[in-house]
């Protein structure tokens, strides 16, 4: 089995079992840490067991980050080598998680840089996931698939506010132009919100969710 150093939490919601069922693993955004995310694992569909992981990377003025980032006139840069070592704990703890737990299939989600790590993730290794989630993030061209026909309608649930000042619309905009050419079953929604997640997207998120679990029954 695959060993992760990542540290993690769980949601240990009364009705849901950590066995057997499918999981959802939540990656943070630069300079946050495992606890941010977690809140979002009780407005999510009950059959999911939820995991947020704590990237490797601490910063001197607090908190955690998957990889280095710059911020210039054209949005946010990011150190895309630093970004696939990260990557390869990922999936470390991802193997570790569904063999013990017996998952029945993996989501992988996250906000902001981790929403970068959720996406890139998935592009490079589908076959290891049932859907990806890019909350308020973006993806570049390092993060491409090498065979684009492996993603051919795989899922994706990407969302960003048009009021974000952190990670400009421009740059959601020209992720979604980089992915469209793949063939994704992606849904893309912007939101009247900030670098965030308000009601509406969350609302959407659960829906989307709920109807990738019921195509599993």
């Not at 280095?68 to 704990?89: K, N, P, Y």
Request: proline content about 6%; charged content about 20%; overall charge negative.
């Amino acid at each position: 089995m695959a060993e992760s150093s990542l540290h993690y939490i769980v949601h240990n919601a009364p009705d849901t079992s950590t066995h057997d069922a499918p999981l959802l693993l939540l990656l943070h955004g630069y300079g946050s840490n495992e606890e941010d995310l977690l809140g979002l694992a009780p407005h999510l569909d009950t059959r999911l067991f939820c995991v947020s992981a704590r990237a490797p990377y601490e910063i001197d003025f607090g908190g955690f980050a998957w990889f280095t980032i710059e911020m210039g006139s054209e949005g946010v840069r990011f150190d895309f080598a630093q970004a696939m070592e990260s990557l390869v704990q990922v999936y470390a703890l991802v193997d570790a998680l569904a063999e013990e737990h017996r998952s029945t299939s993996v989501y992988i989600a996250g906000f902001s840089q981790g929403a970068s790590m959720a996406l890139s993730a998935a592009l490079k290794k589908p076959q290891a996931f049932a859907g990806a989630i890019a909350l308020s993030g973006f993806c570049g061209p390092e993060m491409m698939p090498e065979d684009p026909a492996s993603v051919h309608g795989f899922p994706v649930f990407m969302s960003h506010g048009r009021q974000d000042r952190v990670i400009p619309i421009a740059q959601a905009r020209a992720s979604k132009d980089l992915l469209d050419p793949l063939a994704l079953d992606l849904l893309y929604t912007e939101y009247d919100m900030p670098h965030t997640i308000d009601q509406a997207c969350l609302a959407d998120l659960a829906t989307w969710l709920e109807a990738r679990l019921d195509g599993e029954q």
